[in-house]
């Protein structure tokens, strides 16, 4: 069995490259071999070139996210429509995030008419193109099947695996090195409206010290490093206008790999305040490290109705007071154990299980 996996360089995007990688050496543990067909993100020929190529595979596997390709999504319907002619029986593309048409966005009418059509075309190209379509939610699959129409068998659940070998120190120790006293409340990765940052900022007077942000200003995971700046400078200014200096500490720049996981080590919760329907990576993370997580947005309502490792907020003003609730010893112990078995049921073996088994089905 011939298996070939399609997503972003690492030199181009960080979250779903590694990602793939990281699920390309569990599932490879499973027995069959997955060649890595990677392309650089934003520019479409540099995918385009291996095409040919994907001829020769049993199963072709397509990390999807919109605009992955560049040029607003448009080099995805010459992609997928290849792929719908000569693979469409042994295609899977993992949709990374689901967007409903009635999703909110924060651009002219026209601009958000057009977004959504192309969305909407762009889904019927992939339900067409494809075999089967995994997603991470069963929120997003909800999305597919009753806003979409594509057909609930088509589409499968499997969660964003979790890795299972990072190197972790101690809460006390990560602390120490990053020069964090009492509880830390961590905002991490990229900084886009999207995330909500400015959500918990504004509130930072409610919450308490200490609201860590780590994010890389310069990161190459956004299309528009303009958008990200100028967030950056909105939740500074939160802060600034607000005396919030004793609250909220800025600790920006590049984040290596063993900073990273540092960062998930010193924090007591992490929050993911993210607005609409996108997904999360985030959240695998925080569950790889057993840090429960307080969270707001569609995406995470399968998961608070399923594990107790995280609390979702419906209204903004409720968060300062899920922090709360959750930081009081008895709730945080529950919660701890549960992003333990949260982790062992969605970890990098157990859906690198369910990947091989779904491969082997459309090899046949």
């Known amino acids: 069995m011939k298996v070939a996996m399609v997503y972003p360089h690492i030199s181009s995007e960080k979250g779903i490259s590694k990602y793939s990688s990281d699920l ?3 599932i490879e543990k499973q027995g069959p071999e997955i060649d890595d067909i990677t392309f650089i993100q934003g520019k479409p020929f540099s995918a385009f070139k291996y095409m040919a190529k994907l001829l020769s ?6 990390q999807h996210e919109y605009n992955m390709l560049g040029w607003y999504g448009m080099p995805y319907f010459f992609f997928l429509g290849f792929l719908g002619l000569f693979k ?3 295609s899977i593309v993992t949709m990374h995030t689901v967007l409903s048409p009635n999703e909110e966005f924060k651009s002219g009418k026209l601009k958000t008419f057009l977004r959504k059509q192309l969305y909407k075309i762009q889904n019927r190209w992939i339900n067409w193109a494809s075999a089967k379509i995994v997603v991470h939610t069963d929120s997003f699959k909800k999305i597919l099947t ?6 609930v068998k088509k589409v499968i659940v499997l969660p964003h695996a979790i890795r299972e070998d990072v190197e972790t120190v101690s809460k006390m120790r990560a602390k120490k090195e990053l020069n964090l006293k009492g509880n830390t409340y961590l905002l991490i990765g990229s900084m886009i409206p999207d995330h909500g940052h400015d959500i918990v900022i504004s509130q930072s007077d409610k919450i308490g010290k200490t609201i860590l942000v780590a994010t890389n200003p310069n990161t190459v995971n956004d299309r528009d490093e303009r958008k990200i700046i100028n967030f950056l400078e909105l939740n500074k200014k939160i802060v600034e206008d607000n005396q919030f200096e004793n609250f909220v500490r800025f600790d920006l720049g590049n984040i290596p790999y063993k900073k990273w996981w540092k960062y998930f080590s010193a924090a007591d919760l992490v929050l993911l305040p993210y607005r609409g329907g996108i997904g999360s990576g985030i959240f695998a993370d925080a569950m790889a490290m057993k840090k429960p997580v307080i969270a ?3 995406y ?5 109705k399923n594990y107790g490792c995280l609390k979702l907020s419906k209204r903004d003003k409720d968060i300062p007071r899920l922090i709360k609730e959750s930081m009081k010893p008895q709730n945080y112990k529950k919660m701890i154990k549960e992003c333990d078995r949260f982790f062992k ?3 990098l073996t157990p859906i690198s299980r ?8 459309l090899a046949k």
């Open 57 to 62: 595979y049993d199963v072709v596997h397509v």
């Open 354 to 361: 369910k990947y091989k088994k779904l491969y082997t089905s």
């Open 24 to 26: 390309i050496v569990s």
């Open 146 to 151: 009753r806003e979409y129409n594509i057909p």
């Open 345 to 347: 049921e969605n970890g």
């Open 300 to 304: 995470f309502r399968g998961f608070a």
């Open 296 to 298: 707001t947005g569609k």
């Open 88 to 90: 469409k029986k042994k």
